[in-house]
């Protein structure tokens, strides 16, 4: 039985990730978000635990975690998550929304994973996987606190792997999910910064690849299993 804690799921990705773990007979999902659609709040094999990342005190900790982990022969935590807001230049952005972005991006992440740790119970393996952005890696005009906070947790991630060396039950990936069809790329287009053309020329020429599509690779590759191949 796999059991599976995943951040972000009443939108996008997130909301795509959920329905295709919860089609899984042998998996379980914790599923946090503000608020979630009828379909979730009643469905057989997801837990919903509703509250606001950017509030550490919403989030389970690791007693919390654990109750959910008992039973598990595999335990999951994804960090889907995240918010591109705000966008602008260094010396204009609005200090709540910089503050929060900071707090769901990173902070949130690196005290979740801290708990599940913590939680794992004796033996059994452990998969840390954040979905992470090209924008990590290179300098987009306005993207300073987005871009930031997913290369800070893309080396938190490394840190944890790296320690984990002796440990081969405890893994983390970042995965980088591409270009989508998503809220946050609607936000994108609508902001004022100097690159926003090109996305908006994208969405366009239709080149935003629809969330299930790329949750079905994600955890193709991510969480190998018959059931999460790219055929199911």
Known sequence: M???VITGTNRGLGQALLDRLAADAGTRVLALARSFPA?????????TWPGDLADPASLPD?????????????????????VVEPIGEIGTLDPDELTRAVAVNLTAPMLLTNSA????????P???VF???????????GWSAYSATKRG????FTHLSASSTADDLITAVSVNPGVMDTGMQAEIRSADF???????????????????????EILAAALPRPSFSRRS
Request: hydrophobic share 45%.
């Open 39 to 47: 379909e979730q709040l009643e469905h057989p094999q997801i837990t």
């Open 2 to 4: 796999r059991h599976v």
């Open 126 to 128: 452990l998969r840390v």
């Open 153 to 156: 947790g893309e080396e938190f």
């Open 62 to 82: 690791a007693g919390e975690l654990a109750k959910f982990f008992v039973g598990a022969t595999e335990t999951v935590l994804i960090h889907n998550a995240a």
């Open 117 to 124: 740790v913590a939680a794992r119970p004796h033996g059994v």
């Open 131 to 141: 979905v992470s952005s090209g924008a990590a890696h290179h300098v987009i005009s």
């Open 194 to 216: 100097a690159e926003r053309q090109r996305f908006v020329d994208r969405h366009a020429r239709g080149e935003l690849r629809p969330p299930a599509v790329v949750a079905a």
